[in-house]
């Protein structure tokens, strides 16, 4: 029968708990009379409301299947002989209640409901290949030992036994729902807390909107995939390839020399370089007067030609503009250091400051080992956008560093290889694989 919250799991009548219990009005249970179950032996758990203030003599006397007792009255006073003769009893209770004090009295064994609280300040990773933490808190003084469990549904994947520590940490490989279910032993008790709600994870981390089926008045959420997870980030990069376009490209400069920093049309003046038609031709410009404009009426430095250049959308626009101000803080300013091509001996250039960034040969070749790890198929928006669209195949995208020339960058093609040799900057078929370091935390 249900009172409120008091459950006396038996085939009991109502009017017989009602009888027995001395309640007016059984929602407000405050007292359980004096041999009101003496002697039941049907009875084996009983729950007690937090309404309860006393529970009398010989209320629960010689029950000798009784085995649980759940009782959430922290302010309840319980007569000497309550449960006399229940030898099988195990009290459920909060710390320092008098239902607490009634069984440390009497050597009945105690689980807290308080012992401690289960934390998880990762839940918003939920993509397999990122760490999930389990911590406990609000824990209950004394030796502590603990023993965490953690389930995928109701399939134990790892634990920890009998260790002093309060964080637990597990990395999912795939896809599920999951848990954490720790056990706190020491002195008084040892009990078993159950994580409250369960970590989803999904294959790929949802981070950020940006415009990826073509279809504008859906939000299409990105997916990112874990390259690795290490003191406590995560280095990040799209799933797939969301956008078709150049590395850098004045359209109205011939010559396009630039490092992953910057232009270097004007800081960087060879007597000859390799135009966009693939012949060697002079170059010359004044690095004080390089065009701006098609027609060449608006002039500057290289540092005025940041806008024209994949790092700049990076950094100013993709980045402003596709994460919420909660994403962004995730998000770590990465020093990214610039390594040179190390077939041509080209430099890389200055180190940068980076939110979100394109990959290094270096990077790629650590965390994407083979061929088949590389090959990435663009978005239905990057096929849009695409000068030769491939409908779904696998597809060639930009890395950082640059390639044979300075106006080249090195690329991965369709089957994954690398080309060190590189592809114009200029050219809009390649596409764009962001990247970015992220807090695990949050």
Same mark, same amino acid.
């Given at each position: !029968?249900?009172?409120?919250?008091?459950?006396? @799991?038996?085939?009991?009548?109502?009017?017989?708990?009602?009888?027995?219990?001395?309640?007016?009005?059984?929602?407000?249970?405050?007292?359980?009379?004096? @041999?009101?179950?003496?002697?039941?032996?049907?009875?084996?758990?009983?729950? *007690?409301?937090?309404?309860?203030?006393s529970i009398s003599a010989q209320a629960f006397a010689d029950c000798t299947k009784l085995e649980k007792l759940f009782c959430y009255s922290r302010e309840v006073t319980v007569d000497d002989?309550?449960?006399?003769?229940?030898?099988?009893?195990?009290?459920?209770?909060?710390?320092?209640?008098?239902?607490?004090?009634?069984?440390?009295?009497?050597?009945?064994?105690?689980?807290y409901f308080d012992a401690f609280t289960i934390s998880c300040d990762t839940r918003k990773n939920g993509c397999a290949g990122l760490p999930i933490t389990w911590s406990v808190a609000n824990v209950m003084s004394?030796?502590?030992? $603990?023993?965490?469990?953690?389930?995928?549904?109701?399939?134990?994947?790892?634990?920890?036994?009998?260790?002093?520590d309060t964080e637990f940490s597990y990395t999912p490989s795939a896809v599920g729902t999951y848990r954490a279910k720790i056990t706190i032993q020491n002195e008084r008790t040892t009990t078993t807390i159950g994580q409250a709600e369960s970590v989803p994870v999904r294959e790929k981390l949802l981070m950020g909107i940006y415009e990826q089926d073509g279809d504008e008045k859906t939000e299409d959420a990105l997916e990112w @995939?874990?390259?690795?997870?290490?003191?406590?980030?995560?280095? !990040?990069?799209?799933?797939?390839?969301?956008r078709s376009e150049s590395y850098f490209n004045p359209a109205w400069i011939q010559y396009k020399?630039?490092?992953?920093?910057?232009?270097?049309?004007?800081?960087?003046?060879?007597?000859?370089?390799?135009?966009? +038609? +693939?012949?060697?031709?002079?170059?010359?410009?004044?690095?004080?007067?390089?065009p701006l404009n098609?027609?060449?009426?608006?002039? +500057?430095?290289?540092?005025? *030609?940041? $806008?024209v250049h994949a790092r700049y959308w990076c950094n100013e626009v993709f980045y402003e503009t596709v994460?919420?101000?909660?994403?962004?803080?995730?998000?770590?300013?990465?020093?990214?250091?610039?390594?040179?091509?190390?077939?041509?001996?080209?430099?890389? +250039?200055?180190?940068?400051?980076? $939110?979100?960034?394109?990959?290094?040969?270096?990077?790629?070749?650590?965390?994407?080992?083979?061929?088949?790890? @590389?090959?990435?198929?663009?978005?239905? !928006?990057?096929?849009?956008?695409?000068?030769?669209?491939?409908?779904?195949? $696998?597809?060639?995208?930009?890395?950082?560093?640059?390639?044979?020339?300075?106006?080249n960058a090195i690329y991965v093609l369709q089957n994954g290889v690398i080309s060190t040799y590189g592809s114009d900057v200029g050219h809009h078929n390649l596409g764009y694989r962001p990247a970015m370091w992220i807090t695990i935390g949050g």
């Open positions: !029968m249900k009172v409120r919250s008091f459950f006396i @799991r038996v085939a009991l009548t109502a009017l017989f708990v009602l009888l027995c219990v001395g309640a007016a009005n059984a929602q407000t249970l405050e007292t359980v009379r004096t @041999r009101a179950f003496y002697g039941n032996t049907a009875i084996t758990e009983v729950t *007690l409301p937090d309404t309860v203030r002989s309550a449960f006399e003769g229940c030898e099988n009893l195990t009290v459920y209770c909060y710390m320092d209640s008098g239902m607490d004090d009634y069984a440390q009295a009497h050597g009945l064994p105690v689980k004394g030796s502590n030992r $603990y023993t965490c469990r953690i389930y995928d549904g109701n399939e134990l994947k790892d634990s920890f036994e009998n260790t002093t @995939r874990v390259l690795t997870a290490k003191d406590g980030k995560a280095l !990040m990069l799209t799933d797939r390839v969301i020399n630039c490092s992953w920093e910057k232009s270097l049309i004007g800081t960087t003046r060879p007597t000859n370089n390799l135009g966009s +038609g +693939g012949s060697w031709k002079k170059f010359t410009v004044n690095p004080n007067k390089i098609r027609k060449g009426t608006e002039t +500057g430095t290289d540092d005025d *030609l940041y $806008y994460f919420t101000d909660e994403e962004r803080s995730r998000i770590l300013l990465t020093h990214n250091i610039n390594t040179g091509n190390p077939d041509s001996g080209i430099d890389g +250039g200055a180190d940068t400051d980076d $939110y979100v960034f394109f990959l290094s040969l270096d990077e790629v070749r650590e965390y994407l080992p083979t061929n088949e790890s @590389r090959k990435a198929l663009r978005t239905k !928006m990057a096929d849009r956008e695409a000068v030769h669209p491939l409908k779904g195949t $696998y597809c060639l995208w930009w890395l950082r560093t640059p390639g044979q020339f300075l106006c």
